[in-house]
T-cell receptor
Framework: DAKTTQPTSMDCAEGRAANLPCNHSTISGNEYVYWYRQIHSQGPQYIIHGLKNNETNEMASLIITEDRKSSTLILPHATLRDTAVYYCIATMYSGGGADGLTFGKGTHLIIQP | NAGVTQTPKFQVLKTGQSMTLQCAQDMNHNSMYWYRQDPGMGLRLIYYSASEGTTDKGEVPNGYNVSRLNKREFSLRLESAAPSQTSVYFC????????????FGQGTRLTVV
């Protein structure tokens, strides 16, 4: 799996869009970008994934640069319940396959009231 | 649709005792995983099962055994618990062919005294 780099922490005001960046400059052509989050003491939660195109679902949007070396997760209207650690993972296989998912340190997103 | 269900949610063991952590998923996924998460650290893969009847060691398998009973269930056994196995254990499932994200249970918080 390609190495990913994320800021350690970020703040965002409630109701504003939260934009979380991720660098994955060594990503290979068949690796997807996945985003998960972990709210304190809970199991990680899958958010969204993409290969080349931008993606949107009911939780978030994923913007992948044309060269695929970086991406941004967008939470359009952040709420206090979005406070969590967000993980960006580049992997070929859903779930990570035999190596599992490499969760790194992620970005601690704090939503301020 | 319950997703991934883990039992028990909490457990306290004495050193040397044995126990089995249960995990079941109802999404018809082929792949299942067991992770542990220690305070302030990321998840580490203990064991992986690509399909019913197959299991593979992950990053930290020592002191654990697993059993993929059927497609739905993947159990983790501690034969002789040690204080170093105090951790939060997460089970996950995914379907490699779809590239959809993995789904995680809510965790088992295990303390070995």
């Amino acid at each position: 799996d390609a190495k990913t780099t994320q800021p350690t922490s970020m703040d965002c005001a409630e109701g504003r869009a939260a934009n979380l960046p991720c660098n994955h400059s060594t990503i290979s052509g068949n690796e997807y970008v996945y985003w998960y989050r972990q709210i304190h003491s809970q199991g990680p939660q899958y958010i969204i994934h993409g290969l080349k195109n931008n993606e949107t679902n009911e939780m978030a949007s994923l913007i992948i640069t044309e060269d695929r070396k970086s991406s941004t997760l967008i939470l359009p209207h952040a709420t206090l319940r979005d406070t969590a650690v967000y993980y960006c993972i580049a992997t070929m296989y859903s779930g990570g396959g035999a190596d599992g998912l490499t969760f790194g340190k992620g970005t601690h997103l704090i939503i301020q009231p | 649709n319950a997703g991934v269900t883990q039992t028990p949610k909490f457990q306290v063991l004495k050193t040397g005792q044995s126990m089995t952590l249960q995990c079941a998923q109802d999404m018809n996924h082929n792949s299942m995983y067991w992770y542990r998460q220690d305070p302030g650290m990321g998840l580490r893969l203990i064991y992986y099962s690509a399909s019913e009847g197959t299991t593979d060691k992950g990053e930290v398998p020592n002191g654990y055994n697993v059993s993929r009973l059927n497609k739905r269930e993947f159990s983790l056994r501690l034969e002789s618990a040690a204080p170093s196995q105090t951790s939060v254990y997460f089970c996950a499932s995914s379907e490699l062919r779809t590239h959809q994200g993995a789904f995680f249970g809510q965790g088992t918080r295990l303390t070995v005294v």
